[in-house]
């Protein structure tokens, strides 16, 4: 019984910036690592990036590494996705999950509404 709610998405010009917010439920959310997804229209769910129960370990896909930042406040039960220099290319849903590697995959349980990121060119 997990519930994520993402917000902070919105349109932006390219180069500029955006924080978004994944509010989450349950005692037990600082025991699990977290992380953000993205879905492009007719494109598969993308891995974006991921921090451990503690915030101590950071994960990033090659494609945002050095422009996104992923941290959590696990005394609010949040995970943030600070988003410098967009680029049009990010422009998809961006998904908040309890994020897990399998076969040298990102994977995750419990998705959010997720929260729609449009960058124009």
């Known amino acids: 019984q997990v519930q994520l709610v993402e917000s902070g998405g919105g349109l932006v010009q390219a180069g500029g910036s955006l924080r978004l917010s994944c509010a989450a439920s349950?005692?037990?959310?600082?025991?699990?690592?977290m992380g953000w997804f993205r879905q492009a229209p007719g494109k598969e769910r993308e891995f974006v990036a991921a921090?451990?129960?503690?915030?101590?370990?950071?994960y990033y896909a090659d494609s945002v590494r050095d422009r996104f930042t992923i941290t959590r406040d696990n005394a609010k039960n949040t995970v943030y996705l600070q988003m410098n220099s967009l680029k049009p290319e990010d422009t998809a849903v961006y998904y908040c999950?309890?994020?897990?590697?399998?076969?040298?995959?990102?994977?995750?349980?419990?998705w959010g509404q997720g929260t729609q990121v449009t960058v124009s060119s």
């Open positions: 921090i451990g129960s503690s915030g101590a370990r950071l």
């Open positions: 999950t309890d994020a897990y590697q399998m076969n040298l995959r990102w994977l995750g349980n419990y």
């Open positions: 349950g005692r037990t959310f600082s025991s699990y690592a």
